[in-house]
């Protein structure tokens, strides 16, 4: 084991030292304390970058000097129909301090389309196969006036699941088909308002996936791609990310798009719990007095309490970068961008890889991370944070923080319930799910229902997130929870619990052996980590 | 090994489920369109004095319900009954349908689904939304009929409740169908049994009873307007 004590190799990378401060990590909605080996390495994300002084002036520099196409006044003339189509609440996450940059990007936008006559507009959630948002939701991300003037008659949700409402725009050379909104399709101008957060957001996703229908997902989203991406959040080497660009052709080739592509830094927490993105051993008394007392108040809170705590913490995110133009060389900067705040560089793997599972997924918003939901962000989205190597090697260990509580939002995740009670106890092997049961769920006449006329994901989603976790599943040896508060959750996601942080990491090196080098990554903020 | 399910069915209630009327709704209707203009009045009169004696007998049983409701329609002839079904059907039935009922009819359908009406209201006045909605097969209750004429009570057994569900049971094992890839959709915590007995029940507008027992027991819930 190389230990160097206090080491600072980077920004980025601490060294656990005798006499180091306990880290925190997020246990769902609370936070443990844990004191971690003297040689753990600990991984930070960056500060955040500072944000443009003016979004409103960056935006409409963007949109006036685009990449690739003529600026945004110059394709527009009176009488045509437009529509802009933006992220739903996925991103960001959690959601931004109000003005959203959804509402902010619209009060650049909307004047300039009145200005050249275009008043045909249509707003358009890009939900794809999410739920349907709320109508304060939408509300909130648009602002008040942008809200009366559109919804709910130009301002809506996409419907994956409307025979009427979807188009056929080509087929791929591959075979890929691909069906995307009418609305979108029948546009003379097809503007795309997207934020990017990770690297696996943005470009030819934003509309292949965002405005496309079950059928034209199942081509990319299923096990093996997520097996060939290496990882999906490295545009470069991912097969989601190749098989999307393949069928953004198709739509370049048929639409007109403009894409406006947003960048925000990575500042997620509010002023009062800023001190969970620092280096403990920087804390100063008033950060370790704000743990203590958030620590005891979430005890002793309900979950449900607990949950409410953090959903009504908006971000205070800053806008780091807007391009606008042709969906690739608007995507290209968008990325150098996104990798510039996120990327810390790393040396080498880890034989054990520790991160706390926070209270929030891109698919829990204002709900409840269920025990599928918290199997992607583990062997998912956590293990994808990497770019060149996974952070752990092949056949490590990672090691969770999480409650796995068995709790579901009927109402958001309906088919959830049934995937992870009636389909994992028979099997978890992906494909075998996929080729058996991933089309009846999403025909499964009350998720359609659901879908379509309440505000729950489709009936095939839940699918989709057991293989996002298809390339950690089969790369790392062993997963260990901590923090849960039963035994058959974890033992149905293939998972072993330990009693504390301490027992996991005995665990875990009684798998790699004693000598294992153990990383933490500290999240959130986000970390993309750049393995040497 | 993932064991397969043989085919299966999907059982509605109607009342509230997929429609937004009640028994009282269609009782009101008949009572409405009695032969002449006095008699028409009398039971509508008659009806209306009932509404609080029917709120009373659901307090103690559906089934109770049941038996004090049907009395109402001593002696309506069976044709004027079945006369009066298309009637209401136009005026009642389909402007209360919701607007969803059809799609998910019809996308269930397509899933290769029987579809089955399971319902307290009774046979002739439903027989019309059977044959609209492309119902395969109806569970009603049955008017007693002497003479042609309604004696007020049901032809057991009375479908409400526990029964919904035996006569789900039955039919599914006389026709070959597996209850575990059933759907059943019903609004009302009093149709517990016949959303228990299927492997996938669905809430639809749920009464309070029934939205405690569908949040315990992770049944989607559907909002249909």
């Not at chain 1, 437009?82 to 619209?106: C, G, H, K, N, W």
């Not at chain 1, 998972?495 to 665990?507: K, P, Q, T, V």
């Not at chain 2, 039955?170 to 059933?182: D, M, N, P, Q």
Request: glycine content about 8%; hydrophobic content about 40%.
């Amino acid at each position: 084991m190389s230990v160097r004590l206090r080491g600072r190799p980077d920004a980025g990378t601490v060294f656990i030292d005798t006499d180091s401060a306990p880290r925190v990590l997020h246990c769902g909605e609370s936070l443990l304390e844990a004191r971690l080996p003297v040689g753990t390495r600990v991984v930070y994300a960056r500060p955040p970058i500072a944000p443009v002084p003016d979004a409103h002036q960056a935006i409409r520099e963007a949109i006036e000097n685009p990449l690739g196409c003529d600026p945004l006044p110059a394709q527009l003339r009176p009488g045509m129909r437009a529509t802009i189509a933006m992220d739903d609440i996925s991103l960001p996450l959690p959601p931004m301090e109000r003005p959203d940059v959804r509402q902010t990007a619209l009060e650049v936008l909307l004047p300039i389309l009145a200005a050249a006559g275009v008043d045909d507009i249509h707003l358009l959630v890009a939900n794809s196969l999410h739920r349907k948002m709320t109508e304060g939701e939408m509300r909130r991300a648009v602002g008040d006036d942008i809200h009366r003037e559109f919804y709910p008659d130009r301002y809506y949700c996409h419907d994956a699941e409307d025979p009427q409402g979807l188009v056929t725009v080509g087929t791929t050379p591959h075979g890929e088909r691909l069906r995307l909104s009418r609305r979108a399709c029948e546009s003379d101008l097809l503007i795309y308002l997207n934020i990017n957060l990770v690297p696996m957001d943005g470009g030819h996703k934003s509309v292949t996936v965002g405005l496309c229908d079950y059928e034209s997902l199942r081509p990319h989203h299923e096990p093996q791609t997520i097996l060939d991406s290496d990882s999906y959040m490295d545009p470069a080497r991912s097969a989601l990310s190749r098989k999307c660009d393949r069928m953004g052709r198709l739509v370049d080739a048929a639409l007109d798009v403009f894409h406006v592509e947003t960048v925000l830094n990575n500042r997620m927490y509010p002023p009062e719990l800023a001190f969970l993105a620092k280096n403990e051993d920087d804390f100063d008394d008033r950060d370790r007095l704000k743990l203590r007392a958030a620590r005891l108040a979430l005890d002793r809170l309900p979950w449900s309490a607990r949950r409410a705590f953090f959903q009504r913490l908006p971000a205070p995110y800053g806008l780091i970068g807007c391009w606008a133009g042709r969906t690739e060389p608007v995507h290209e900067r968008t990325l150098a961008r996104c990798f510039e705040q996120y990327a810390v560089a790393v040396e080498g793997q880890c034989d054990v890889l520790i991160a706390g599972v926070p209270y929030i997924s891109p698919y829990n918003v204002n709900s409840i991370l269920n025990p599928i939901l918290v199997q992607v962000m583990g062997p998912g989205y956590l293990f994808n944070l990497y770019r060149g190597r996974p952070l752990v090697r092949r056949g490590g260990v990672l090691i969770l923080a999480h409650p796995c509580y068995d709790a579901f939002d009927t109402a958001s995740h309906p088919s959830y319930v049934e995937f992870f009670h009636r389909l994992l106890p028979e099997t978890r092997d992906a494909f075998e799910l996929r080729e058996r049961y991933e089309e009846s769920f999403a025909r499964d006449p009350r998720y359609v229902a659901a879908y379509r006329h309440g505000h729950a994901y489709h009936g095939a989603h839940p699918f989709f997130m057991w293989y996002w976790g298809e390339n950690g599943r089969r790369h790392l040896g062993k997963i260990i929870v901590v923090g849960a508060e039963n035994g058959y959750v974890p033992e149905r996601l293939g998972w072993e619990r330990a009693a504390s942080l301490e027992e996991a990491i005995a665990m875990g090196r009684s798998h790699v052996g004693r000598s294992a080098e153990v990383t933490m990554l500290h999240l959130p903020p986000i970390v993309i980590a750049d393995v040497a | 090994m993932i064991r397969a399910l043989g085919p299966g069915a999907a059982f509605y209630d109607l009342d509230g489920t997929l429609v937004r009327t009640n028994l009282v709704h269609v009782l009101l209707f008949y009572a409405r369109n009695d032969r002449g203009v006095l008699k028409s009045l009398q039971r509508t009169a008659v009806s209306l004095a009932g509404i609080p004696l029917f709120f009373a007998a659901e307090r103690v049983s559906r089934q109770a319900f049941n038996e004090v409701f049907f009395r109402f329609f001593r002696g309506l002839t069976a044709d004027r009954l079945r006369l009066l079904a298309e009637e209401l059907w136009e005026q009642v039935l389909e402007p209360a349908l919701r607007p969803e009922a059809a799609e998910l009819i019809e996308r269930s359908r397509a899933q290769g689904l029987r579809q089955v009406l399971v319902t307290g209201a009774f046979d002739l006045a439903v027989a019309p939304l059977v044959r609209e909605l492309g119902f395969d097969d109806c569970g009603a209750n049955r008017l007693d009929l002497a003479d042609g004429r309604a004696t007020g009570h049901l032809v057991p057994p009375v479908m409400a409740g526990a029964a919904k569900a035996g006569w789900i049971r039955a039919y599914a094992e006389r026709e070959g169908l597996s209850l575990g890839s059933s759907y059943a959709y019903a609004d009302s915590l009093s149709d517990l049994p016949m959303l228990s007995v299927v492997g996938r029940p669905t809430a639809v507008n749920p009464d309070a009873g029934l939205r405690r027992v569908a949040r315990e027991q992770g049944w989607p819930v559907l909002r249909l307007s």
